[in-house]
């Protein structure tokens, strides 16, 4: 038997296309940053088929060998201050204060993930498993969810009822203010951050960009935007970000889902 790297069900030795999710064995990553799939990660931790990838990394879908469950494996490589040769598992990072960025970001990558592990029993915020360093860079292990993200979901579906979406996001709406009470804050609740699973439940996700509030930190606040779901605050490393923040984030999506409409960007409003 054999696991699928696209799906990490097992099949026969047999067949080189899995039957469950039509991924050709032996298909290696389409781009040469990501980790090829099989790469094992922490002597535990199989990596899969790419999941998506963005400004701050990569995100694959994993194998758990101990726990024996599917994951998702979020790594950290923000393309600004980092990049992967070609069939090297070690991440380069950039020479000068691009080295100095990329060790600041991964600090906090690791750190936020630590705290944010506390909010495992949350029914609208992604579990997350496990996080740790390796091949020069950080990775978060999270829970895998069957769906797709909402913004996939309107484009294949339409737009909800407002008494649907309004319901739909309570559970998210709870969730957030339990980790505001902690004083942490998301930054960037999108209809691309939310994953629709299933089972008719949505789960906030990709906690990259989450920071606390406090004073001390708000004066470390990097400029995080994402047009027409960033308020004006998030324009600013000096603006003023706390759970309004979120909130501003989490009204524009839900304007998204029942308009079909990406909101005004804010600093046009």
């Known amino acids: 038997m054999r696991r699928c790297m696209g799906c990490m069900e097992q099949f026969g030795d047999e067949y080189k296309i899995c039957p469950h999710c039509g ?3 032996g298909t290696q990553a389409e781009e040469s940053i990501h980790m090829n799939p099989g790469t094992l990660l922490h002597d535990r931790y199989i990596v899969g088929k790419v999941l998506g990838f963005g400004g701050f990394g990569t995100t ?15 790594e950290y490589l923000p393309g600004e201050f980092s990049t992967r040769m070609p069939g090297q598992t070690m991440v380069t990072v950039f020479n000068g204060d691009k080295s100095e960025q990329f060790r600041d970001g991964m600090q906090k990558f690791v750190e936020e993930a630590k705290h944010l592990a506390k909010f495992q029993n949350e029914p609208g915020i992604v579990k997350i498993f496990d996080s740790f360093e390796e091949n020069g860079t950080a990775y978060i292990v999270m829970e895998y969810l069957d769906g797709i993200n909402l913004s996939v979901y309107l484009r294949q579906n339409g737009v909800f009822q407002p008494e649907t979406i309004f319901q739909l996001m309570l559970p998210i709406t ?15 609740i999108s209809p ?58 989490l009204c524009a999506t839900m304007y998204k889902c029942i308009t079909g409409n990406t909101p005004v960007d804010s600093l046009l409003r």
Do not use: C
């Not at 969730?175 to 998301?186: R, T």
């Open 23 to 25: 991924y050709v064995v």
């Open 60 to 74: 694959y879908i994993g194998w758990d060998g101990k726990l024996e469950q599917r994951v998702a494996i979020k």
């Open 174 to 188: 709870y969730s957030l203010q339990k980790m505001h009470d902690e004083g942490i804050i998301h930054r960037d």
């Open 192 to 249: 691309d951050n939310i994953m629709f699973n299933d089972d008719n439940e949505v789960r906030l996700m990709d906690f990259g960009s989450a920071r606390y509030f406090t004073e001390s930190e708000k004066k470390t606040m990097s400029v995080m935007l994402k047009p027409g779901y960033a308020p004006y605050e998030q324009y600013s490393a000096k603006g003023d970000q706390g759970p309004w923040t979120d909130v501003y984030g």
